[in-house]
Each structure stands twice: as C-alpha cells, then as structure tokens.
C-alpha cells in the first residue's frame, strides 16, 4: 500500500486523522455488511441494540442513547422506531420528564442481539484487532481513550442549545 499522503496545506500531523478515519471506514462497512447479512441491521441499529442489551432490565431515554452513541435526536429517534415496529424494542414515556421517552430491549431484540453478537465479534477480531499485538492494543486503546476524554466535555449534540434568531 501506498505512503498516505496528505494534503500540502493541511500540517503533517494530520496524518493521524486520515489513518482513523480510513481505519474507521472500513471498520464500519465491513460491520454494516454483516449486521446486514446476518440480522438486516444497519450500524446504528446494531449499536441501539447493543447498548440497551448492556442491561437490558433499565430503560435508557432518547437523550441517553444519542449522546452515548453520537448520534442526532432525530435520527436516534427514527432508528428506534423502526426497531420498535420490528419488536425489538419497546418504547415508554418517561417518568421523569414529561416530553421524555424511554427505550427498553424486548426479548426477540435481546435474541437478535445474541444471534448477530458472535458473528460480530469473530469480524472485528480479523479485520481490526488481530492486526494488533496486546501491547499495540492496550496502546491505541490508550490512546483513544485520551482523544475520547479530551472531546467529550463538549456538550453533547443532544444537549446543544440551537442559536436564537438575531
């Protein structure tokens, strides 16, 4: 494979940048193909799924996922409905906040999870982390924990206050 180049006008250290985000590309495709494949889920729904799944007992509300997976209310909100039409969620209002809505995994969306699950992890461990030794692993993981740290005090695009009209 080629030297990455990057662009003249951008400063060298860039190079970091294009590497994620090349990495990131074909992480995703290669995970969309076989969320696809194996359970017709899309990325997002896959990680709606995954992350209700962490504690399937505790419903999460919109803001929760959107600002846990970097994603537009609006979109989340879109997503879950379509798994909720599915059957693989189910959806609540909020006790806690009157506007609010809760989402929960039903047992067929915990099923889904558990069917896609092991074909998921075996495609992340070829394409992504046995690339890695343990020490390059713990390394990177370091590392982006560091950059996550660093860019998550940002109010999260869930809690952004639009720009009032002048």
Avoid: C, W
């Amino acid at each position: 494979m080629p030297r990455r180049v990057i662009p003249p006008t951008l400063p060298p250290e860039f190079g970091v940048y294009f590497a994620l985000l090349e990495v990131s590309g074909l992480l995703r495709q290669g995970s969309e193909r076989q969320l696809r494949e194996e359970g017709g889920l899309s990325f997002v729904q896959f990680q709606i799924l995954a992350t209700l799944g962490e504690d399937p007992t505790t419903p999460r509300s919109m803001t929760y996922l959107a600002d846990r997976l970097v994603h537009s209310k609006s979109g989340l909100t879109y997503q879950v409905g379509r798994l909720e039409q599915a059957g693989l969620v189910s959806r609540t209002p909020s006790p806690d906040d009157d506007r609010g809505v809760n989402a929960t995994l039903t047992a067929d969306g915990a099923a889904l999870l558990a069917r896609v699950l092991p074909g998921h992890v075996a495609m992340v461990q070829q394409v992504f982390v046995d690339a890695l030794g343990a020490a390059d692993r713990d390394q990177l993981t370091r590392l982006l924990d560091l950059v996550a740290r660093h860019m998550r005090p940002r109010p999260p695009r869930s809690a952004r206050v639009a720009a009032k009209p002048a």
